[in-house]
């Protein structure tokens, strides 16, 4: 026997339906925001150049130019950085060299395929980290260019990372070949010129739809009610769209409830992050389980910009305790910021104070201060879009 629809799944349909028609008439173009910018370098800066690339323009990525060939190379985004950092560290600590040569059986891949699932740290808590090593980091990060070091490695700059779509195409399509293909980004091509003009992420669609999603629902409701198929005895579901609760999706909500103890040492962290759990941020807990704080990927860059390598041999809590300090220095950054959500909010909410969050990420917590799911733009994105009907 069939199971009736509840008034959730009535909207639930609706608000699918009329989200596969806002995305079907939005193209690429549409989606581009005002200031988008696409930053290129060359492939002979040194890996601390690429490093205060990050730091001082507040980029998620930037394309690699291959003079070669006069055209993009790859994409190299925060993750490769952490990637990067995490593995010459290793390599200081343990007195192996960063760049081998160019020959791929005298080196060692940057993290180990074979040990991604692991949750130990490569980092023994017996090792120290002198200054003498640290200077050695700094040294080896100035002096190795950014060809060198894939080379030396065997890679090939993620070439295959370059997931393109042309700037005329609709959205729709394009979250085909993002959902698809597993990928956060993709690189808009003007149509004529094939000239790279912007690097869409998920976060700047989903912006995109919480500006125009409404408004484009109550222009169809009203001009082009048969192409959204709005009938008079469902018109009150067709309005209560945005009154969809999160909860809704709880099911796989729920599943996203990793987090790390408060003493975990910060390069376990980040590798962690990476290498096992894939997030882009990790709730932080006492012993009690309770809340602290979350680490994300970017705080990575608090390392890099002032320099404090020593920190990736520190607790988790030394690092929530230091990005604290740094960012009470801007008052206004806890007005604007948004860390946690709740079941009883709504889908267009939970959004919209993703996109206001600076982690990227929102933490449920119960009732006793425990975190229950982490939720990052990715999760949003495939709850979504995940259902949409892609003609």
């Known amino acids: 026997m069939k199971r009736m629809q509840s ?10 339906k009329t989200l596969t028609c806002f995305l079907q008439d939005s193209t690429l173009y549409d989606c581009l925001s005002i200031n988008n910018q696409v930053t290129v370098i060359d492939q002979s800066f040194s ?22 060939v006069a055209y993009y190379d790859g994409v190299f985004t925060q993750t490769d950085l952490i990637r990067i950092i995490l593995k010459c560290y290793q390599n200081i600590l343990n007195g192996v060299p960063n760049v081998w040569g160019n020959s791929k ?10 040990d991604e699932d692991r949750t130990s740290t490569p980092i023994h808590n017996a090792q120290v980290v002198g200054q003498d090593q640290i200077n050695k980091l ?15 490695y065997g890679e090939n700059l993620h070439q295959s990372n370059l997931i393109k779509a042309d700037m005329a ?34 976060k700047d669609i989903l912006a995109f739809l919480v500006k125009g999603f409404s408004q484009y629902f109550h222009l169809q409701l009203s001009s082009k009610p048969h192409r959204l198929e709005v009938h008079q005895d469902n018109n009150n579901h067709q309005s209560e769209q945005h009154e969809l609760e ?36 990790i709730p932080i807990v006492d012993a009690n389980n309770q809340y602290l704080g979350l680490i994300d990927r970017r705080d990575f860059l608090f ?24 960012k009470s220095k801007y008052p206004g950054f806890s007005i604007c910021n948004k860390e946690l959500f709740h079941m009883k909010q709504t889908l267009k909410e939970v959004v919209e104070n993703l996109l206001l969050s600076s982690r990227g990420s929102l933490v449920c917590l119960n009732e006793k201060k425990e975190p229950i799911s982490t939720l990052q733009m990715s999760d949003l994105f495939k709850i979504c879009l995940d259902d949409i009907e892609i003609e």
């Not at 690429?50 to 998620?60: E, K, M, T």
């Not at 059986?105 to 074979?114: D, K, R, T």
């Not at 390392?303 to 404090?308: E, G, H, P, R």
């Open 7 to 16: 008034k959730e799944d009535i909207i639930k349909d609706q608000y699918m």
């Open 47 to 68: 890996l601390f150049d690429v490093f205060n690339v990050f730091i001082d323009s507040y980029i998620d990525e930037v394309l690699f130019w291959n003079p070669d």
């Open 105 to 114: 059986s005298q080196v060692q891949p940057i993290m180990e395929e074979e």
């Open 138 to 152: 700094l040294i080896d990060l100035k002096t190795i260019s950014v060809r060198d070091w894939f080379n030396s």
């Open 169 to 202: 195409d609709n959205l729709n399509d394009a979250m085909k070949k993002i959902l698809k293909q597993g990928v956060t980004r993709i690189v808009v091509i003007e149509s004529e010129s094939r000239v790279i003009v912007g690097i869409l992420q998920q």
């Open 246 to 281: 999160i909860s809704y999706f709880s099911d796989r909500i729920l599943l996203l409830n990793d987090k790390l103890s408060f003493d975990t040492n910060v390069y376990d962290v980040f590798y962690q992050l990476i290498y096992v759990f894939k997030r882009n941020a």
């Open 303 to 326: 390392i890099l910009k002032y320099q404090v390598y020593d920190m990736l041999h520190r607790q988790a809590i030394d690092l929530l305790n230091f990005i604290r300090i740094e």
